[in-house]
């Protein structure tokens, strides 16, 4: 939501209160205005209905714009003042900015007078009044109702900022004079969400990740692990023939910012408790402080932390370990060896609990509601496992039935239990029920959580089969929120991340910054960075001032990397845009002049992900009057001296310091140029009444005097002073304020203005 302006700088106290906003902007939020048309005021009733102005002068009006059903919502839409020799469709539209058509439509663009979703309306004796299309009433009024859908022909409001317009019809497509837009938002949402601003390139706010290093110190990387505490990366590694000197498998240990190595343990006890060099298949979880737990081939349980020689651990009877977590106790691991789920002591090898299963290789944790979530791809079977008893509670089918393995996760937050098969991720929620499937265009190999944001991050692996049409050698790193499962990031492409040599995996930082992901085909780990395009989190408002007083519009936008800010301004109802020069920070200061009246002014964030702008507002400029600035400074003055006794002198000025009162150096008669005139009565008008209206030529007259001064309107009035008159004395100027700190304003009068800027 938007945040009023501070008063603009050099604005006296006494005359705060005249700097106000154009009524009918003070309950609307930033992200409502940012879908106005040029020339557009938006009602000042934050409820129903909605009004917005069209750039000729239009008025729409709409029933209901907040807390629409998505299903469908029924509402009435009324216009009047729109010309007699356009046709105009009125519809829900993707809300494409100033200056850009809306599109797409619910409904497309009907041409058969048929659809509930968009209404036709044409000139009275239009050839295609009728069946197809309605006709304007008088003074270019209609009245119709449309249904209208959150989602439907190719438009997701859910995904982008929608409004009710009116646009041109299809004989005059490109003819922007009709449109007119009212945001709406639809249950759960607010106008113009995604909003924040007018995304030029992409939607304002868009998250993306990109990559920002490369690590090849680690062998063939088969497993990821960010530790909580230390922050090192530790990388379960195989050997990656011909691309070192040194066999590099075992547990690597990499500092998480550039992927220099910090240690490399490479002996684990064997079979026989000799140490040998060992790979580390999967990391079961971290130890407190550092280090982890993690499974070597083919039935190890060792543990190590930065800076040992050689990993400790244990070798089971039975068969290969095909999956490894946390136990119930710091001092147990859970092991699955095929079908058969066990508990073990770390420091013996030895089974606390065993329990067999139909079928089975992989399995998810959940500590946090005492569960174990068991994955039998073959036969297409999840079963649930209750930590306490040891027993299976539960069984559920994967639809598709048997399909290549590929993960199971649970989410720490809720629960939910995230599967891997094939080119889609099945999602349960924590009692078993299918609650999404996500597909992909590749083979879902890995997921992760970040519980601050409550995202999950999911990588897909290409096939590697160039012979299958579906393969291209390139994986995807996918982002969604956990809640609504929508994508929560703009799609990754991973180039040269296949399955041929290994499973990718993944970790993700808390926060979600930063994110690994492993390539085993590539011997290398990519570290991937978060980058946002600007949101605009505070916009300017409408301003209304009198000539001659300082304005101040402010704009704040967040985003990574940090985006840059110019403003920018249209003399011509926002058809187009110049760059102010030296413009370039958060404030925007200037003083106001009579030529500036109805130029619109926008600020523009940038950063390497995007472009957003803010809405257009407008700035009224009114003109000064002598009586106005005099009677609020010097008040009604006296039988003896025209001027007053404090004010008609009008050194202070009026509003934002305008000199708008009292005499000058060639004044009729006063030869100060500070009482007007010696005894404030030569003007013809009684002292007490503030002089003559300052019409012409009267010498001594008492312009500044009281609430009945002059009314600035002749340049020759004896004490009037330019700024009174309406003239401009000063060239148009421009400048810059600085924004201190995070969120906060600080005006200041500009140190440095530009000719001709505005």
């Not at 094939?422 to 999404?436: P, Y």
């Not at 290409?462 to 929560?488: H, K």
């Not at 058809?575 to 130029?599: C, I, M, N, S």
């Not at 340049?715 to 421009?734: D, F, H, I, W």
Request: hydrophobic share 35%; with cysteine.
């Amino acid at each position: 939501m938007t945040s009023t302006p501070g008063t603009a700088p050099g604005t006296p106290p006494g005359d705060r209160s005249r700097l106000r906003r154009r009524a009918g902007t003070a309950a609307v939020a930033a992200l409502l205005l940012a879908g106005v048309p040029a020339g557009a005021a938006v009602s000042a009733d934050a409820g129903t209905p909605k009004t917005a102005t069209g750039p000729q002068g239009q008025k729409l009006t709409v029933s209901a714009t907040t807390g629409l059903d998505p299903a469908r919502q029924k509402i009435r839409v009324q216009g009047e003042g729109y010309g007699l020799t356009t046709g105009i469709y009125v519809a829900l539209c993707k809300d494409n900015g100033d200056n850009r058509v809306p599109s797409p439509c619910l409904g497309g663009a009907d041409m058969s007078g048929g659809s509930k979703t968009s209404q036709w309306i044409v000139p009275p004796g239009d050839p295609y009044e009728g069946d197809l299309a309605s006709a304007f009433g008088p003074g270019g009024t209609f009245d119709v109702d449309i249904e209208i859908t959150e989602k439907g022909d190719g438009l997701d409001c859910a995904e982008v900022a929608c409004s009710v317009v009116t646009r041109a019809d299809h004989r005059a497509a490109g003819n922007r004079t009709q449109d007119v837009r009212i945001p709406v938002a639809f249950a759960g949402r607010e106008p113009g969400e995604p909003g924040g601003g007018e995304g030029v390139d992409v939607p304002a706010g868009t998250v993306s990740y990109k990559s920002a290093a490369e690590f090849t110190t680690a062998g063939k990387p088969l497993d990821l692990l960010l530790h909580p505490d230390s922050k090192k990366l530790y990388v379960g590694a195989d050997n990656l023939p011909d691309t070192a000197d040194v066999d590099e498998r075992g547990l690597h240990v990499l500092n998480p910012e550039d992927g220099t190595s910090e240690s490399w343990i490479s002996q684990a006890p064997g079979s026989t408790g000799a140490l040998r060099a060992s790979a580390a298949a999967r990391i079961a979880g971290p130890l407190p402080g550092d280090g982890v737990v993690y499974n070597y081939p083919l039935r190890g349980v060792g543990s190590a932390k930065s800076g040992d020689e050689a990993a400790s651990g244990v070798w089971l009877a039975g068969s290969t370990i095909t999956d490894i977590a946390p136990g119930t106790t710091p001092d147990t691991v859970l092991v699955a060896q095929g079908a058969t789920l066990s508990e073990i002591e770390r420091a013996t090898g030895t089974a606390t609990r065993t329990l067999t299963l139909p079928g089975g290789t992989r399995f998810a944790a959940d500590p946090e509601r005492g569960a174990v979530w068991y994955t039998d791809f073959t036969a297409g079977k999840l079963h649930r496992v209750d930590l306490a008893s040891f027993t299976v509670t539960g069984s559920f089918d994967l639809p598709g039935g048997p399909g290549m393995a590929g993960f199971t996760e649970t989410d720490p937050a809720t629960g939910a239990v995230w599967v891997g098969v094939d080119r889609s991720v099945l999602v349960f929620d924590a009692a078993g029920t299918l609650v999404k499937t996500l597909v992909g265009k590749d083979l879902a190999r890995d997921a992760a959580f970040d519980t601050a944001t409550g995202r999950a991050y999911v990588v897909w692996q290409d096939g590697g089969d160039l012979s299958d049409p579906a393969n291209d050698n390139n994986g995807t790193l996918t982002v969604y929120g956990t809640e609504d499962f929508a994508p929560a990031a703009k799609d990754l492409s991973l180039p040269g991340n296949h399955s041929q040599a290994g499973a990718a995996s993944l970790a993700v930082e808390p926060g979600g910054a930063t994110v690994f992901v492993t390539s085993p085909a590539e011997g290398k780990i990519t570290r991937l960075v978060r980058q946002v395009s600007p949101l605009v989190t505070h916009a300017p408002e409408d301003l209304t001032a009198k000539e001659g007083e300082e304005v101040a519009l402010t704009a704040e936008a967040e985003g990574t990397p940090e985006p840059t800010v110019r403003w920018q301004v249209s003399t011509d109802g926002a058809q187009t845009w110049q760059d102010v020069e030296g413009a370039t920070e958060p404030a925007l200061t200037f003083t106001a002049r009579t030529a500036q009246d109805g130029y619109r002014y926008r600020a523009e964030f940038r950063n390497e992900v995007g472009t957003t702008r803010t809405a257009a507002v407008t700035l009224t400029v009114t003109p000064a009057t002598g009586g106005d600035s005099g009677g609020d400074t010097g008040g009604t003055g006296d039988a003896s001296n025209g001027s007053g006794s404090t004010g008609g002198d009008g050194s202070t000025g009026g509003d934002g310091g305008t000199q708008s009162s009292g005499g000058s150096t060639t004044d009729g008669s006063g030869s100060t140029g500070t009482t007007g005139g010696s005894t404030g009565t030569s003007g013809g008008s009684p002292a007490a009444a503030g002089g003559s209206t300052g019409t012409a030529g009267d010498s001594g007259s008492t312009v500044g005097g009281g609430v009945a001064g002059g009314t600035g309107t002749a340049a020759t009035s004896g004490g009037g002073s330019l700024a009174a008159t309406g003239a401009t004395v000063m060239s148009v100027t421009l400048g810059a304020a600085a924004l201190v700190g995070t969120g906060v304003l600080v005006h200041r009068r500009a140190r440095r203005r530009t000719e001709g800027a505005l």
